[in-house]
């Protein structure tokens, strides 16, 4: 296999997973959320200190969740790099890049759309399974966190971010035909 076939390759693999990461940290950043929750995201994200009345285990979770999202962050900024080298090193070849990227985010993206709206509950449990291996991620109905972050509150925060991820693969697969058709000066 050539270089820039391995590159495309790596863009192909790749870039399903920074478009969606884009289109969660859009929603999430997006997102009007009420006074407790505002409070639990500012922790999040470094920008605040916990004060609601909470078990131990609701705040070992959220610093738990803490700790992913800055892997998050880090994953995404070198997905970002990684993506944007390869794009710049292959410029000749971005139509197939975007093109096949946006399809393999398409592909991914409608995959987890199966699980969001036929078994989003298997969905979380597997998500939280592998992200919180421990176990501190099950909580009772009347629990803070369970109170101030519902499951439909997930919900449509999964949905939004499956849509613009959508939006997402149509824009680099309807900019893969642009530039395939384009005309050349």
């Known amino acids: ?4 076939r391995v590159l495309m390759f790596v863009f192909i693999v790749l870039v399903p997973f920074f478009l969606i990461l884009f289109s969660y940290k859009v929603v999430f950043n997006f ?7 505002r409070e639990v995201v500012n922790f999040l994200e470094d920008k605040g200190k916990l004060t609601a009345e909470m078990s131990d285990l609701e ?14 962050d880090y994953l995404f900024y070198s997905l970002l790099l990684i993506c944007t080298l390869i794009l710049t090193y292959n ?8 093109f096949y990227g ?26 939280h399974k592998v992200l919180f291996p421990g176990g501190n991620w099950i909580f009772s109905q009347d629990s803070f966190l369970i109170q ?12 939004k971010i499956v849509y613009l991820s959508l939006i997402l693969a149509s824009v680099f697969i ?9 005309k050349k000066d």
């Open 1 to 4: 296999m050539n270089k820039k």
């Open 31 to 37: 997102t009007d959320y009420n006074v407790e929750q």
């Open 59 to 72: 705040a070992s979770h959220l610093e738990d969740v803490q700790g992913v999202l800055r892997g998050v």
């Open 91 to 98: 410029y000749g070849g971005a139509k197939k890049l975007l």
């Open 102 to 127: 946006g399809i393999a985010t398409a592909g991914w993206v409608g995959l987890t759309l199966l699980f969001v709206f036929f078994d989003f509950n298997l969905l979380f449990d597997i998500f």
């Open 148 to 159: 101030t972050f519902p499951l439909t509150f997930f919900i449509s925060a999964i949905k």
């Open 174 to 182: 309807l900019g893969g035909i642009y530039l395939r058709y384009a």
